[in-house]
């Protein structure tokens, strides 16, 4: 996997991901980070900055890692959570990356993400997580109705969020808790809302009508929390 920038490489040595190549811009003066490049003895090049611009689109500030894939959990790995994030085929990486975060902040150990038709790890996830992605688990699942359906067998209760369900905070969140997002734009898919016991919703008194992915994520998965304290 590719991936680019200060803060991601610094999240990528923290995390003691297997590093396979870097890739430099010659006046990159970065002394943490070339210390461990250097000390680790990882395969180094130093490229153009022309090349790097036009071969990695985006703020790579200098630095291009080659790592190992994510190695994405299993579901089985958190039957014994009590609130774990399900996310509907979510496409936006910064959506993803936010989540992450606000799921690390609120101590939330799983997020459930489907293989196909999916944002997956990358850089701007990485980046976006702010480091958080450390301290999560990740699990892809080939089929998500199916995945919930086993989560249902292990004592899950599914809360999908739509805009015509019940106001968020009148359900009460007191069992074994899986809360599915749905994706950017279409909202949570038809197979995944007759197989989920509650359609819940957050309330809209503005002149719009929905919410960002991840705002809505954080709103509810706060409430949530709240309700376990």
């Not at 689109?57 to 894939?69: F, M, P, S």
């Not at 089929?143 to 969020?161: D, H, M, Q, R």
């Not at 734009?185 to 992915?213: C, Q, Y």
Request: with cysteine; hydrophobic share 40%; glycine share 4%.
């Amino acid at each position: 996997m590719i991936v680019f920038g200060k803060n991601v490489a610094t999240e990528v040595i923290n995390s003691n991901v297997k590093i396979n190549k870097v890739m430099l811009l010659k006046n990159f003066s970065d002394k943490y980070i070339l210390d461990y490049i250097e000390s680790n003895n990882i395969k180094m090049e130093y490229i153009d900055k022309n090349i790097m611009d036009q071969k990695y689109k985006g703020n790579h500030q200098g630095i291009v890692l080659d790592i190992e894939d994510y190695k994405y959990y299993k579901l089985e790995d958190c039957y014994d959570s009590n609130f774990v994030v399900i996310l509907d085929h979510l496409e936006d990486p910064h959506n993803f990356g936010a989540i992450i975060r606000t799921c690390e902040a609120a101590s939330v150990e799983y997020i459930i993400i489907p293989k196909n038709r999916s944002v997956e790890i990358n850089s701007t996830v990485m980046k976006v997580s702010a480091g958080a992605l450390n301290n999560m688990k990740i699990i892809e699942t080939n089929n998500l109705s199916t995945a919930i359906e086993k989560l249902k067998e292990n004592g899950y209760w599914v809360y999908a969020t739509d805009m015509d369900g019940e106001n968020y905070t009148s359900v009460e969140y007191d069992n074994k808790t899986a809360l599915v997002i749905g994706a950017e734009g279409s909202g949570i898919s038809r197979l995944v809302r007759e197989k989920s016991d509650f359609i819940i919703s957050i309330p809209m008194t503005g002149k719009i009508n929905s919410l960002n992915a991840s705002v809505a994520a954080a709103i509810v998965i706060y409430e949530v929390v709240r309700q376990r304290k």
